[in-house]
């Protein structure tokens, strides 16, 4: 039971690791890029991003007893197979990093811009570590109940932000060449849809109600694209272009403007708290990717062993979020130029690889 | 053992729960509601009105205002606040910041070498009124009480929100809006002045709020125009309502027309201005379509009001009026300061991308000031409040 899930639990999963880069990476790349056409970048990608989407349910059904780790290993050999999962786990360890650096830079330049990161990301760390002890089922009822409550904020956000839309700051249309906006769509894919591979390290048979999984992680994957979308028409039609282009984090200052029936008012941190929730549930979901990849590769079999070595492997991962990236400066030409191409590259390289070496029936 | 390890870790735990790192008590903080922003001799000097002062605690009445404002020189505005809070006691807060107000010699220099600070501060929220001062130093403002208010930024406030309903002389713009319109292309910001009438060192003493006629106040009746980032000059009452008619900006509007040797004057509600522009030969020609509902509130002379040519002719008298005072408005921008303040240019740009290209460079001297307008005002006078007649036309029946 302890590494049972349901698609419940999963299209909750889907859709918090989908919208975790919504503040700080989407309304980011896609306002410096390309401002006002965001939108339609969003629109591609989205159908663009069915492809791995596909893929990876394919991969899930190919052996139901098998996690991506052990599907690796039995496809191309245990030599192989060990080093594949190794790429793979230094992709899910820079989601990770980078989710969990937005997380803490998030928190320490717009709410508490005194207090040192270190102090933030040590206050996370202690009910991440406890999550991923608990295991499966206990991270996917947690992300369900985030899931919840981020959605009762997201209705409060749509309220308090709908009557001050103005469609005109999204003109003119197509300012910008097509292909702007077409690489803009492909540098979204890597943050929306491939991280998603994450959730193959949940075998097919531990998953309750197997038969809903392809309809949950699609409806899951095209909503959370509805709200990306959503954000982003919020951001440009309500601060303008130029305003959103200024900010940090356009995201969390268009929620200042939310007035809900002229009472509810100053209300931006409490609605924040939603992508707080989304990139805390994607970074215990892949440290639990991580968790499945030392279990399986090196077959740690004590229970103790494997906690500690993963409550170190977390320490490590995020105190490094506050190593490798020295400021947001760095972190933003990391966004745009370096790590699209890498996450791209490796996580649809593998799962490229994998689907001929099944469909060539070589294995 | 478990709960050996529940004891352990909220023992841990107690440690990093016990609240904010670097919190300040509310004790502490000088609530912060109005800043105003000056220049001297190339420095800035930044004032904070702070709202929640200690001084006169024991025996305060309701009149009597609880602020005191603090003054800070810098090279830039950062330090001016360095300066400032060295002579505070308190931590400066600005989230309940209601007004900024910057001095007429500050803004001719250019706003964007002041607006950084309180952009990129975090705690500030953006959301509050930036207007200009006109013939006076901007703390000035700040220190000008009022007998109805208990913070003079309150009374600032108070006053752009009230005179947009009820005088429509104002531009209510927020602060991140008005940056917003000095990055836009095609559109240039205008922000309000107010000035300080009567005497104005005896207005920042509480004894004024003692007498039944305050010494000084402040009057806020005109728009600064910018090109942008830079104040360029001033709009006059009339001008005013014109630029915010054009500009949607309207809540009633009164407006007076000659009649016979004496005035008329009608409350204009609904204001609403539909433009379009249209390209003949490659040239913008802009089509303005104001439409207005009038009520007649003062005629001081002789006319038959239950005669419906009588009728008309007063409409087509207030529709003239307008016409004037938006022609006079179309002219400032265009002639006088060459800036496009009405955001035609925006329009364009907007909604027709390839012509604003071409349009672009030569936009602010030579296209806008030569724009033709094809205006049409259209006021339908439907009430005359509770007379049916003049005063004048029923005492020559009588």
Redesign the interface.
């Known amino acids: 039971m302890k590494d049972k899930i349901s698609t419940l639990q999963i299209f909750s999963l889907c859709w918090q690791i989908i919208l975790s880069s919504a503040i700080g990476i989407i309304t980011y790349i896609t306002i410096f890029t390309v401002k006002q056409d965001g939108w339609i970048s969003i629109i591609i990608s989205c159908i663009l991003g069915l492809i791995p989407i596909i893929l990876y349910l394919y991969l899930m059904k190919f052996r139901p007893e098998m996690n991506f780790m052990e599907l690796n290993e039995y496809l191309f050999g245990k030599i192989f197979g060990k080093i594949l999962n190794s790429i793979i786990v230094i992709l899910i360890a820079s989601y990770i990093i980078l989710y969990f650096y937005d997380l803490t830079n998030f928190i320490t330049s717009q709410y508490l811009h005194k207090t040192p990161n270190i102090f933030v990301i040590f206050i996370f760390i202690i009910p991440i570590i406890y999550l991923l002890l608990q295991g499966l089922n206990v991270i996917g009822r947690t992300s369900f109940i985030l899931f919840i409550f981020g959605l009762i904020l997201l209705i409060l956000t749509i309220m308090g932000l709908i009557g001050q839309v103005d469609i005109n700051n999204f003109k003119p249309v197509l300012e910008n060449s097509f292909g702007d906006i077409f690489n803009t769509s492909l540098t979204i894919i890597p943050y929306t849809s491939l991280p998603l591979i994450m959730l193959l390290c949940i075998p097919h048979k531990n998953i309750i109600d197997a038969n809903k999984l392809n309809k949950r992680v699609i409806i899951a994957y095209l909503m959370s694209f509805i709200i990306l979308l959503l954000a982003l028409i919020f951001v440009i039609s309500v601060l303008g272009p130029e305003l959103a282009l200024l900010y940090q984090f356009p995201e969390f200052h268009v929620l200042k403007r939310v007035s809900i029936g002229g009472f509810i008012e100053r209300v931006e941190s409490t609605l924040s708290l939603r992508w707080i929730f989304y990139m805390f549930t994607t970074v215990v979901f892949g440290l639990y990717f991580i968790m499945q990849y030392v279990k399986t590769t090196f077959q740690v079999r004590k229970k103790n062993i494997l906690n500690f070595i993963v409550i170190i492997i977390s320490i490590i991962l995020l105190m490094a979020s506050n190593w490798i990236f020295k400021s947001n400066t760095q972190s933003n030409a990391m966004i745009l130029k370096v790590i699209p191409i890498f996450l791209s590259v490796i996580s649809l390289g593998t799962i490229i690889i994998m689907f001929i070496r099944i469909k060539t029936k070589r294995y | 053992m478990k709960k050996a390890k529940i004891l352990v ?1 909220i023992f ?2 107690s440690f ?1 729960l016990t609240g ?3 919190y300040h008590e509310l004790n502490d903080l000088a609530i912060t509601t109005g800043i105003a922003i000056d220049v001297k001799d190339d420095k800035y000097i930044v004032s904070y009105m702070i709202a929640n002062a200690k001084k006169n605690e024991s025996d305060s009445n309701n009149s009597e205002a609880n602020t005191v404002v603090y003054k800070g020189e810098g090279n830039s505005i950062s330090a001016a606040y360095i300066d400032l809070n060295s002579k505070n006691p308190k931590v400066p807060y600005i989230s309940h910041l209601e007004v900024i107000i910057i001095s007429e010699d500050a803004a001719r220099q250019g706003v964007n070498k002041m607006v950084d600070f309180l ?1 990129r501060n ?2 500030s ?3 509050f009124y930036v207007v200009l001062s006109k013939n006076t130093e901007a703390s000035a403002i700040l220190e000008t009480l009022s007998p109805l208010e208990a913070f003079p930024s309150e009374n600032v406030a108070k006053n752009i929100v009230s005179n947009q309903n009820d005088q429509s002389t104002i531009v209510v713009e927020q602060y ?1 809006d008005f ?2 319109k000095i ?2 292309e095609g559109v240039n910001p205008v922000l309000s002045g107010i000035e300080i009438e009567g005497d104005e060192e005896a207005g920042k003493s509480e004894e004024s709020l003692k007498s039944s006629t305050p010494s000084s106040s402040i009057k806020i009746d005109t728009i600064g125009i910018f090109k942008d980032d830079i104040l360029l000059g001033w709009a006059n009452h009339n001008e005013t309502i014109g630029i915010n008619i054009l500009n949607n900006e309207v809540g009633s509007v009164l407006l007076e027309a000659k009649c016979d040797d004496q005035y008329m004057a009608s409350t204009l509600t609904n204001v609403t201005t539909s433009t379009d522009i249209v390209f003949e030969n490659d040239i913008p020609k802009v089509s303005l379509k104001i439409n207005a509902e009038g009520a007649l509130v003062e005629i001081n002379c002789k006319r038959n009001l239950e005669d419906e040519k009588v009728i008309e002719e007063i409409k087509k008298d207030f529709e003239s009026t307008l016409l004037e005072i938006v022609n006079s408005s179309i002219n400032l921008a265009q002639n006088e300061y060459k800036s496009d303040i009405f955001g035609y240019g925006d329009m364009i ?3 027709n ?1 390839e012509k ?1 290209k071409t349009l672009k460079d030569s936009w602010d001297e030579t296209t806008f000031p030569n724009l033709e307008f094809d205006i049409n005002v259209k006021i339908s006078l439907s009430s005359k409040g509770s007379f049916e007649q003049t005063i004048m036309e029923a005492k020559n029946e009588r």
């Open positions: 870790t841990l735990l990093i904010c790192w670097n952009m975090p705690e929220r953006k959301e991140s940056i917003s990055l836009k740009h907007k909604n991308l604003w």
